[in-house]
């Protein structure tokens, strides 16, 4: 690929491009829903195509390493804010844009129509995503958080009911608590080494004196509760089942992807932070990361076979998958990670479908109409959305029914969709890495097998229920633009099945990535400012 | 200075977490609140703590060791302004869970007895 000097700046664009749509709709008329759809669908589409095109100039060897760097108002790295791609980055982006395309859709015909500003809103937490994988920051990584929680409040309260209040509440109060200790632990972080660049960190780590090593043992710990309060560890969770159960579904698919933002975030600067140079701090809290994490995942089980209905079920899904990933995480630090990087696409596309899911097979059983009267009378909205009526797509119940089974057995990881692959192969790694097999990787694997078996009789029960035992069915009228992102998804993670050799290819290539720091601090710390053309000096 | 600030900083915390676990929303709010001062004065000190000394100096070539550590003035600014702005979020919201619920129970309804 021929280097323009124009395509360094696609890196910025999946943070700009949706702050600049959301801000533009926010003055436009509450009623003009099409044209607000249309701008948020352009963007997102938008933004689709582009981190497809920032995965393919990472992987595409456009840049030296495949690490992408650009100077934010042209300051050199240290001093300024460096904004980094990578093929990891990149494949959150895509997972991210996928995601939010699927959401949008999905909400196009009645969802974004039960309160004010959905879509600026959604742009909004799409720009704090991007942000939070792109950024190379710790500060920044706070503020990128902070513009995803705000969008997310917004969001979860988005068709303000009860139950969303009571949830809201709670889910809001828990992470301003956790902002704050991120604020802790970055301080404490900064104290400590007096840089805030995760790749300046990577250097100066190894030759800290004993008491900043100290200091910044703690920052790093304060900083992992921060994280993993996101990432719903165990006992860091709690607020999570509830929340998920209680926003609306494209809402809900988007909270999946936020709690993968956590395990993200912490892969990220413990990979970096603690990696192959940080000498004798190397590997540290990865014990603490894999007892935390099968305590999560032994939560996620029990709660998931506690739940009545979908919202939590699906809540406690997500709780399971995050507790896979960091178990696996602190077990064994990158040897299995590209195995956990395919179960967390995987997983997040499945959970993401199911999400949506949900909501169309709670139609076999009516009580959620009355639900949606009462939402919109407490908002005073005026034009009602139309019903659900739509065209009425024949085979409704076959599609529900098919697309369900897909994601119960992505879920848990059954044959013979990717959950299986998934799994398969972090047992094959685990149990592959040199030396004898531990007692704790037998624990682990027990454990993520007793997972498994809790969501596959979970999600039976919940499907006998739904489509066996609900007595006199009616066939629920779909709308095309929800059977589409609902079915996109669930052809993704069998693709993602079929493909299952390329996509590990792309990422074993990933971690082999990430496993040179050496390589990373010297594209992020090396990248020089852009000269001007004439006179002028460079901001250093 | 030392220990008044430490002595702030934890004393401030301390009752924010006390508040932030008692039951009512408005004592919710004012421990959030006590708690993000004590997080935005533990920043500055981060910066070590310096009396009287610019951030900036107008002419390079000079000790900098003279001068205080203008990032987490900048850091802490920041802070602010995000604190206010969730902390304000989150007032909207507890007045909208008081006219819906009809209680400042922070779960929304009072406990049962």
Known sequence: MSALPWMQHLIVVPVLLPLLVGALLIPVAQNRHGFKFAASAVSGVLLWLLSLALLGMADGGHWPDGIGVYLASNWAAPFGIALMVDRLSALMLVLTSTIALAALVFGARRWDRVGVHFHSLFQFLLMGLNGAFLTNDLFNLFVFFEVMLAASYGLVLHGYNLRRIQAGMQYVAVNLVASLLFLIGVSLIYGATGTLNIADLTLRVAALGPQDTYLLRIGASVLALAFLTKGAMWPLGFWLPTTYAAASPPVAAMLVLMTKVGVYALLRVWLAVFGDAAGELEGFGLAALSVGGMATLLFGAVGMLASQDGGRMAGYGAIISSGTLLAVLGHSGSAVLASGLYYLIGSTLAMAAFMLLIELTERIRPPGAALLAITMEAFAIEDKPEDPVGVGIPGTLAFLGLSFVACALVISGMPPLSGFVAKFSLFHALLAMPGRVPPATWLLIALMLLAGLAAIIALMRLGVRTFWASGAVTPPRLQISEVLPVGGLVALCVALTLQAGAVFDYLSRTVDGLARSGSYTERVLGEPPVMRPAGGEVAR | ?113
Not at chain 2, 33 to 53: D, E, H, K, P, T
Not at chain 2, 55 to 71: C, E, H, K, Q
Request: hydrophobic share 55%; proline share 8%.
């Open chain 2, 1 to 113: 200075m030392e220990l008044t600030l430490s002595i702030a900083v934890g004393v401030m915390f301390g009752a924010g977490v006390w508040l932030i676990l008692r039951p009512r929303t408005f004592q919710l709010i004012t421990g959030l609140l006590l708690m993000s001062y004590a997080v935005n004065l533990f920043i500055f000190a981060m910066g070590r703590l310096w009396v009287a000394q610019p951030p900036i100096t107008p002419t390079p070539a000079v000790d900098p060791a003279l001068f205080a550590d203008p990032v987490p003035q900048g850091l802490v600014l920041t802070a602010i302004v995000i604190g206010f702005a969730t902390t304000a979020l989150y007032l909207v919201m507890i007045i909208g869970a008081r006219g819906l619920t009809g209680s400042d129970h922070v779960d929304g309804e009072e406990p049962r007895e």
